[in-house]
């Protein structure tokens, strides 16, 4: 099968090719805005530009859409402020399943995120990290915390246009958290603060990201192992599934559903962790 993977060298384009670059079953094609040496093809194009990321379709058989216009802000962002770039993202989203249909391929696998129905989080916090009686299961409705999540909401929606007026197989793929492989444990984002020397470990704010971690992790493996399980479908027309590996306390839960409709089987658990890795 050959995949087209747009913003393939970050965070989590790596853990794709990390993990399935040597998978026989694939041939991955990388565009991104700038050349990072890699054993895949990589092709250079810039998702804002139709004509540059036409090309790059011919020939594929799935899209892997990971790419984001810098300066679209972040899902801590809850002032409701338009920008060019969040315009431009959204006609970047546009290029990219046009071309997929244009090109005839068989299915495209949207990054969302967990932030599509963050307000489920926001409400909530801090006891949605430990109360395993809130959850956004698979029917709940887009609750987007903030510009950010609005856009992954507007990405899930424009691809059940494309699917069902279309026929393009269409996957949304609402991220948790991934983080590099230095990070990837759930003690990575207060690991992280530590060395960015925003608190200590063992401090209220140390424990309050380990918690939320806890819940929204999905390790790089479990990412990949996603990605594979929709790549490998044929029967899903449109539909979405929420990243996370199978913590104990996680909040995002469509596991079940997951499982019986793609096999997602996640190897990891939060809960498997009792503190960082030595």
Known sequence: MDVLVTGAHGTVGTAITD?????DRYTFTLLDIEDVPSPH???????????????HFEGQDAVVHLALIPGTGGPD?????????QAENLEALHNVYEAAIDAGLDSILFASS????GMVEAKNAPEVYHDRGIVAGHEEPHRPDSPYGLTKSYGEDLGRLAAEAHGIRVYGLRLGTIRNPEYDHPYGDAEYGVDEGRWERGSDA???WVARMKGLWQSRRDLAQMVACCLDDDSVEWDHFYGVSGNERRWLDDLDHARETIGYEPRDDGEQWDGPPE
Request: no cysteine.
């Open 206 to 208: 140390y424990e309050k």
């Open 114 to 117: 967990n932030h599509a129905v």
């Open 19 to 23: 993990h399935l670059g040597d998978d």
């Open 41 to 55: 093809e990589t092709v250079v194009a810039d998702i804002r530009e139709y004509d540059e990321i036409r090309p």
């Open 77 to 85: 962002s809850r002032a409701l402020t338009w920008n060019t770039a």
